[in-house]
T-cell receptor, first 114, second 112 residues
């Protein structure tokens, strides 16, 4: 079965500290991977995506993610977070042959504290 | 110039009523979607249209009926609203796989 898992429902972190949000997927076919951010009472905004090529992907707002095929992971990282990064982060997967349907993880609430 | 716009942003209505949510995109994308986000923030696809043709229809009560008059518009009509329909409904559009989606800002539906 094809699925995507975000193990951490909440991640508290102090401002200027590094953070990693974890995402794992399960699939028997090739995948395309995405991270979206949702600020309170807003829609989802694309942070970054992995389609092919270099496994390290850089996105907006200083975020980056690394695709690891052997571990079927696509973890999101930021070396130094800011209060304004407080939001819900969603990992999403599109499975080849799946008609461009995006399957979302359950989300991780990143809370940045002073 | 909003890429994917939804109206209304908020909708409060009584059980049993019928309501519609409208979505328009000016990106020239062929594919549009409706997603439902529940109170726990879980996002689940409901429908997808490609150039006015229904291509994804997940397990959704038939009280929900999407309509796409042209490829730039995808509306969602809900009959006989129930308390459990309360959620945020997101419209999105895409150029197709492997590209991601562009989302609208959502419609918060509250059924009382």
């Amino acid at each position: 079965a094809q699925s995507v898992t975000q193990l951490d429902s909440q991640v508290p972190v102090f401002e200027e500290a590094p953070v990693e949000l974890r995402c794992n997927y399960s699939s028997s076919v090739s995948v395309y991977l995405f991270w979206y951010v949702q600020y309170p009472n807003q829609g989802l905004q694309l942070l970054l995506k992995y389609l092919s090529g270099s496994t390290l992907v850089k996105g907006i707002n200083g975020f980056e993610a690394e695709f690891n095929k052997s571990q079927t992971s696509f973890h999101l990282r930021k070396p130094s977070v800011h209060i304004s990064d407080t939001a819900e982060y969603f990992c999403a997967v599109s499975f080849t042959g799946g008609g461009n349907k995006l399957t979302f993880g359950t989300g991780t609430q990143l809370k940045v504290e002073l | 110039d909003t890429a994917v716009s939804q109206t209304p942003k908020y909708l409060v209505t009584q059980m049993g009523n019928d309501k519609s949510i409208k979505c328009e995109q000016n990106l020239g994308h062929d594919t549009m979607y409706w997603y439902k986000q529940d109170s726990k923030k879980f996002l689940k696809i409901m429908f997808s249209y490609n150039n006015k043709e229904l291509i994804i229809n997940e397990t959704v009560p038939n009280r929900f009926s999407p309509k796409s008059p042209d490829k730039a518009h995808l509306n969602l009509h809900i009959n006989s609203l129930e308390l459990g329909d309360s959620a945020v409904y997101f419209c999105a559009s895409s150029q197709g796989q492997p590209y991601g989606y562009t989302f609208g800002s959502g419609t918060r539906l509250t059924v009382v």
